[in-house]
RNA sequence: GCUUGUGUGGCGAAAUGGCAGACGCAAGGGACUUAAAAUCCCUCGGGGAGGACCCGUACCGGUUCGAGUCCGGUCACAAGCACCA
C-alpha cells in the first residue's frame, strides 16, 4: 500500500465531507479536546508539534467513535517576540513573516491529517481576535483589576532597550555584550494577587497532573504569618513580614531590599557612597541569583537604627540584596540565631546573634536553630511554644498599631506591558486633562499600525509613530497620546479557549450563552512548561470573568495532560547549534503520516518523552504491512461461518481483552501500551490461522481490529476499512466495546511463594476462595520440597494473582 | 540556589505494594529461496551447566509476609523560576 498517496486521498475526502465539523445542535453531547496553540515560528512543523498534536487527535478521535461530538480547533498564538526580533534582523514586517509563517504550518498540519475542525480558527494577531483582548483589558480595567505601577525591567544602556531575560545571556545583552541593568519603568499589570486564595484552593477540584498543582501551589506560595512594624530613629516607619514572629526578640539587625524607598532617606551622609554603590551592584544581579541560598552574602550598612517594637532594643539597618522587594514587604528581619541566611548575613558583617529559641526537647542545640522550639530571651513569652508565640506576640503588637497576623503570598501581580512592537496595543488613552481614559468601546480595536520603525533605541516603537499616538480624548475632546505599550502575549493566550467555540462573532468577545456550554475544556494539551503562567494566567482569567457574570464556570480546564519532549539522537534537546533537529517531513515523505504518529505513540512514553530513534520507525511499517496482509487474507477468506471452539474461545478473549486495554490506555494517555495490545492481538489472529480458520469468526475479528486501529492510524483505518468492503468513514461507526462474558476465565494461574520466593506456579478455579487456594497450594509437590522441614506459620493469598508461605 | 519531576536489559519501554522486563528495536541461530529482499520460527538481564540455585530496577538505610512501587537520606539528570511562548 502506497501510504503517502492514501493519505492524500482520504484528507480531501473528509474535507470534502466535512467530516470533523461541530455540530452545534449537538452541544449538550459536546466534547472539548484543545491542544496548546502554536507560535508560527520560522521552521516547519517541529517533531514537538506532531508529538503534541498527534496522539491528542488519536484521543479525539476515540472520543469521536465513543459517541462524543467532539471539538478540536486550532489556531495562532501569533503575537511575540521573535517575530520583531526577526524583523530587527531582516527587514521583514513581522506581520509579513508571521502571516507567511502560518499559512505554512496550516498546510502542514493539515497534511498531519488531523481532525482538526479549521472552521474555528483563530490568529490572535488579527484586529478580529485582539479588538477583544482589547475589550477584556477594558473590562478587567474597568473592575479594578488592571492598574500601573513602577516596577524594574532589564535595561541595555547601549542599545537602550529593554530586555527579555531570554535576551539577557550571563547578565549581559545578547545584542552587544554590554553589561544589563535594572531600571524602573511606570507598567502596566493585573492583579492576579486579588485571586491567589481562589486559584489555590481551585486546583483541589481538577484533573490535573499532581506534579503541576504541586507547582501551582508553590508558585502561588502562600504563607501565614505577621506583619510587625519598626519605627526609624527618624521617625520613618516600614513593616517586615514574618513567618517566625516567635523570634522577634532575636532580632540584631533589619534588612531593607536595596530597591525599598526608604533606603535613600535613612541612609546617613557618610554612609551614601558605599549604599550607592552596592545598589548598583545589585542592579545587575538576577533575581535567580539573589535568591541563591549558597551564594555568599552580600550587603552594606545604612547608618541608621529603628526600633525593635517587642523590646524598644535599637536595631541598625542594613540592606542586602537577598531581601526582594516584590515579596512580603521588601524588607525582612535578621534573626541570625535561627534564620540560615540571616546567620550567614551576621556571621559576614559582625553582627549580633542572640538565641531566642531553644529545641522542646533539649536536643540539637547548635546554631542556626531553624526548628520550632520553645522561646528563651523573650521576656513575659518564655516558656512558649514556636506556635503559641507566634500568635500571641503578634496579638499583643497589634494592640499598639504595631503588627498585624497577616497570609502572605510569593505570587506576584502580573506586569502584563511590554515597549514592543509585535503585540496588542494598549486600549487606554493619556489625557494631560482628563489622566488615563479607557478608548471607549465603540472604537475598538485600536489597530496596530504597520508602518512603524521598531529599531531598538530606547522607546516603545509605538511611541514614534505619530498617526498612531495622536488621538483625541473620549472624554474632553482635546489631543491625547495613546499608550504607546503592547501587551504580554500570554494575556491573548489566557482566552482564546473561551473564543474558540464562538470563533467568527463580531459582536462580543463571546456568547456567554454558547460558552457556557462548550467550556470547561475537557481535555487539555500541552507543555510542563506551562505549569506556572499560562495555566494560571488562564485560570485567572476565568475566574474574573465569572465575577464580572460572563461565565459560569471557575476553572477553565478541568483535565490536562502534559506531553513529554523529543529530544535529539544525541540525547539534547534539539537546536540548531547542536545540530540535532529531526524534521518530520523527511520521514512523513518517505513512510507517511500514520506511520509516524504511530510511531511517536508507541516508541515513548506519552509524558515522559525521550531520545529520537529512527529505528523503530520501520518497525511500525512492517507492522502495518502485517495488518494489511491481515486484512487481506480475511478478504479472501471470505465470511463462512465454522465451529466455535477452543482456538475461537482464546482468540475471542484476546479480543475483548485488546478492546477493554486499549480503550482504558486511551482515555489515560497511555498510547504506547494500547499499540502493545492492538499488535498482540495481531499476533493471536496469525496463530489462530495456523489452525482451523472461521473465516466468519476471523472477520468480526478483522473487524473490530480496524475500528480499534482507527483513531491512531486514521487514513490507514479508512483504507482497510474500505478494503472490508464498508462505504461511510470508519469514524463514522462506534469504538468496539468489550464482552466482559468473553473475559471470564474458568481457572487461573497463580504462583506459589516459600518465604517470598517463587517455588511453583498451580491452577485453581475461578470462584475458588482463599481457603481452597491455601490447601491447593500446600498441597502442591513443588511446594511440599520447597518447604521441606520447616512448617507453614502463615499463608497469605492474593486471589488471582499470588500465595506466599512464610514458613519457619 | 529554590520549586517540581525523573533514574528499570545493548536500546525504546511495561508493571492497582504481589511471578521485574509486557510490546517492540537491535543482536544471534534456524526455515523458505539458485541468491537476496520480504516473511515465518527459536534464543535473548547477569552468574551458573541450557539444571538446582544465586544476583539484579542509580546509591545507602527503613517499613512490610512481600518494595521498581511506600518512607528517610545521598548522587545524577531534566523542566520552571515571573519580559521566549
Not at 745 to 774: G, H, L, T
Amino acid at each position: 500500500m502506497n501510504f503517502t498517496e492514501i493519505e492524500k486521498k482520504w484528507q480531501k475526502r473528509w474535507e470534502d465531507e466535512k467530516l470533523y465539523s461541530f455540530d452545534t445542535s449537538k452541544r449538550d453531547n459536546k466534547y472539548y479536546v484543545l491542544e496548546m496553540f502554536s507560535y508560527p515560528s520560522g521552521a516547519k512543523l517541529h517533531v514537538g508539534h506532531w508529538y503534541n498534536y498527534g496522539p491528542s487527535d488519536t484521543f479525539a478521535r476515540f472520543m469521536r467513535m465513543s459517541g462524543k461530538e467532539v471539538f478540536q480547533p486550532m489556531g495562532f498564538d501569533a503575537f511575540g517576540l521573535p517575530a520583531e526580533n526577526y524583523a530587527i534582523k531582516t527587514g521583514i514586517h513581522p506581520k509579513d513573516s508571521t502571516l507567511k509563517n502560518i499559512a505554512t504550518m496550516e498546510k502542514q498540519l493539515k497534511a498531519m491529517g488531523a481532525s482538526f475542525d479549521w472552521d474555528y480558527e483563530i490568529k490572535t494577531c488579527m484586529p478580529d481576535y485582539y479588538k477583544w483582548t482589547q475589550w477584556l483589558f477594558l473590562q478587567f480595567y474597568k473592575h479594578g483589576l488592571a492598574y500601573r505601577k513602577e516596577a524594574p525591567v532589564n535595561w541595555c544602556p547601549s542599545c537602550n532597550t529593554v530586555l527579555a531575560n531570554e535576551q539577557v545571556v550571563d547578565g549581559c545583552c545578547e545584542r552587544c555584550g554590554t553589561t544589563v541593568v535594572r531600571k524602573n519603568l511606570t507598567q502596566w499589570f493585573f492583579k492576579i494577587t486579588a485571586y491567589a486564595e481562589e486559584l489555590l484552593a481551585g486546583l483541589d477540584k481538577i484533573d490535573w497532573p499532581e506534579k503541576t498543582k504541586a507547582m501551582q501551589r508553590n508558585w502561588i506560595g502562600k504563607s501565614t504569618g505577621g506583619e510587625i512594624v519598626f519605627t526609624c530613629e527618624s521617625g520613618d516607619k516600614f513593616s517586615v513580614f514574618t513567618t517566625r514572629a516567635d523570634t522577634v526578640f532575636g532580632v540584631s539587625y533589619v534588612i531593607l531590599a536595596p530597591e525599598h524607598p526608604l533606603v535613600d532617606k535613612l541612609t546617613t551622609p557618610e554612609r551614601k557612597a558605599e549604599i550607592e554603590a552596592y545598589k548598583l551592584a545589585c542592579s545587575k544581579a538576577t533575581e535567580i541569583e539573589r535568591l541563591s541560598t549558597s551564594r555568599e552574602k552580600t550587603g552594606a550598612f545604612t547608618g541608621a537604627y529603628c526600633i525593635n517594637p517587642v523590646n524598644g532594643k535599637r536595631v541598625p539597618i542594613w540592606i542586602g540584596d537577598y531581601v526582594l522587594y516584590s515579596y512580603g514587604t521588601g524588607a525582612v528581619m535578621g534573626v541570625a540565631a535561627h534564620d540560615e541566611r540571616d546567620y550567614d548575613f551576621a556571621k559576614k558583617f559582625g553582627l549580633d546573634i542572640v538565641r531566642v529559641i531553644r529545641s522542646a526537647d533539649g536536643g540539637d542545640d547548635s546554631l542556626p536553630y531553624c526548628e520550632h522550639g520553645v522561646l528563651v530571651n523573650s521576656g513575659k513569652y518564655d516558656g512558649m511554644t514556636t506556635d503559641e508565640a507566634k500568635v500571641a506576640i503578634v496579638k499583643d503588637l497589634e494592640k499598639n498599631g504595631n503588627g498585624a497576623l497577616k497570609t502572605n503570598y510569593r505570587l506576584r501581580d502580573w506586569l502584563i506591558s511590554r515597549q514592543r512592537y509585535w503585540g496588542c496595543p494598549i486600549p487606554i488613552i493619556h489625557c494631560p486633562h482628563c489622566g488615563e481614559v479607557p478608548v471607549p468601546e465603540d472604537q475598538l480595536p485600536v489597530e496596530l499600525p504597520y508602518d512603524v520603525d521598531f529599531a531598538p533605541d530606547g522607546k516603545s516603537p509605538l511611541l514614534k509613530c505619530e498617526p498612531f499616538m495622536n488621538t483625541i480624548c473620549p472624554v474632553c475632546g482635546r489631543p491625547a497620546r495613546r499608550d504607546p505599550d503592547t501587551l504580554d502575549t500570554f494575556v491573548c493566550s489566557s482566552w482564546y479557549f473561551l473564543r474558540y467555540p464562538d470563533a467568527h462573532n463580531d459582536k462580543q468577545a463571546f456568547d456567554p450563552e454558547i460558552i457556557n456550554k462548550m467550556l470547561p475544556v475537557d481535555k487539555y494539551i500541552g507543555g510542563a512548561e506551562h505549569a506556572c503562567m499560562h495555566l494560571l494566567y488562564a485560570r485567572f482569567f476565568t475566574k474574573a470573568l465569572r465575577d464580572m457574570g460572563y461565565l459560569n464556570f471557575d476553572e477553565p480546564f478541568s483535565s490536562l495532560v502534559h506531553q513529554g519532549v523529543i529530544l535529539g539522537p544525541d540525547g539534547n534537546r534539539m537546536s540548531k547549534s547542536k545540530g540535532n533537529v529531526i524534521s518530520p517531513d523527511e520521514y512523513v515523505g518517505k513512510y507517511g503520516s500514520d506511520a509516524f504518529r504511530l510511531y511517536l505513540m508507541f516508541g515513548f512514553s506519552y509524558v515522559e518523552g525521550g531520545p529520537w530513534n529512527t529505528s523503530g520507525l520501520e518497525s511500525i511499517v512492517r507492522f502495518m504491512e502485517r495488518v494489511e496482509r491481515l486484512v487481506k487474507k480475511s478478504v479472501d477468506l471470505g465470511t463462512k461461518n465454522g465451529e466455535y471452539g477452543k482456538a475461537e474461545k482464546d482468540l475471542d478473549f484476546v479480543r475483548h481483552n485488546t478492546i477493554k486495554r486499549a480503550s482504558d490506555d486511551l482515555k489515560v494517555f497511555s498510547f504506547n501500551t494500547a499499540i502493545a495490545r492492538l499488535m498482540e492481538f495481531v499476533n493471536a489472529m496469525y496463530k489462530y490461522m495456523d489452525g482451523n480458520i472461521n473465516a466468519a469468526f476471523l472477520r468480526e475479528c478483522v473487524e473490530d481490529f480496524v475500528l480499534l486501529l482507527a483513531p491512531f492510524a486514521p487514513h490507514f483505518a479508512e483504507e482497510l476499512h474500505e478494503m472490508l468492503g464498508h462505504r461511510e468513514s470508519v469514524f463514522k461507526r462506534a469504538y468496539p466495546t468489550c464482552n466482559e462474558k468473553a473475559l471470564v476465565r474458568d481457572e487461573y494461574e497463580m504462583a506459589v511463594q516459600v518465604n517470598s520466593r517463587v517455588k511453583a506456579k498451580i491452577v485453581v478455579p475461578a470462584d475458588a476462595d482463599n481457603k481452597a487456594i491455601e490447601e491447593t497450594a500446600l498441597a502442591d509437590d513443588a511446594v511440599k520440597t520447597a518447604l521441606g522441614t520447616l512448617r507453614p506459620v502463615k499463608v497469605i493469598v492474593i486471589p488471582k494473582r499470588i500465595v506466599n508461605i512464610v514458613a519457619k
